[in-house]
């Protein structure tokens, strides 16, 4: 059975920071990892997607890395903004693309 | 292009009772996912529909159903509701079905359902 945890669970930085979110799943065997942001109370947001045989994947501030040997993956967020303020979501994709998700990281970029 | 759409937004029910929620995927997706988050965790798979059958299941027990239609929209059914039901609902749509691994799944907005 699939797991996730992110680390930190929660994160207050201030503007401008670049910063690492970090994600480990206990199954290696995926397809692909999916990062999502969402926001209080609304759905959920894709970001990046990189596959199983990739490394790394970027659009724009945002940089995913993958090392599936290790179940590891990184979010790295460039020069940080208060409208990166969200819930960091990270998500395995297994057989069928079903996602298993860990319970996030809580981002706060402050003025 | 539309994305992901779900109806209602929100639903208060009581319990022992029955809701249907809905969801229409992204134009030319053909698999739809239904995942329940509940406050403060990350969402948790519930199943998955392509060609109007389910394909995979999670760990959720009989009183969750689904249905497929012919136009790839998807119904999401809960029997006999539990005030622990109450949760966010959300649908996720992409293309290739069982054998897809690759593709990128896209969420709607959700409903949110209380149970009293």
């Known amino acids: 059975k699939q797991e996730v945890t992110q680390i930190p669970a929660a994160l207050s930085v201030p503007e401008g920071e670049n910063l690492v979110l970090n994600c480990s799943f206990t199954?290696?065997?995926?397809?692909?990892l999916q990062w999502f942001r969402q926001d209080p109370g609304k759905g959920l947001t894709s970001l990046l997607l990189i596959q199983s045989s990739q490394r790394e994947q970027t659009s724009g501030r945002l940089n995913a890395s993958l090392d599936k040997s290790s179940g590891r993956s990184t979010l790295y967020i460039a020069a940080s903004q208060p409208g990166d303020s969200a819930t960091y979501l990270c998500?395995?994709?297994?057989?069928?693309?079903?996602?298993?998700f860990g319970t996030g990281t809580q981002l706060k970029v402050e003025l | 292009d539309a994305g992901v759409t779900q109806s209602p937004t929100h639903l208060i029910k009581t319990r022992g009772q029955q809701v249907t929620l809905r969801c229409s995927p992204k134009s030319g997706h053909d698999t739809v996912s239904w995942y329940q988050q509940a406050l403060g965790q990350g969402p948790q798979f519930i199943f998955q529909?392509?060609?109007?059958?389910?394909?995979q299941r999670g760990n959720f027990p009989d009183r969750f159903s689904g249905h497929q239609f012919p136009n790839y929209s998807s119904e999401l059914n809960v029997n006999a509701l539990l005030l622990g039901d109450s949760a966010l609902y959300l649908c996720?749509?992409?293309?290739?079905?069982?054998?897809?691994?690759?593709?990128?799944?896209?969420f709607g907005p959700g409903t949110r359902l209380t149970v009293l």
């Open positions: 199954d290696s065997a995926i397809y692909n």
């Open positions: 529909y392509y060609e109007e059958e389910e394909r």
């Open positions: 996720a749509s992409s293309l290739g079905g069982y054998g897809g691994g690759t593709d990128t799944q896209y």
């Open positions: 998500a395995p994709a297994g057989g069928g693309n079903k996602l298993t």
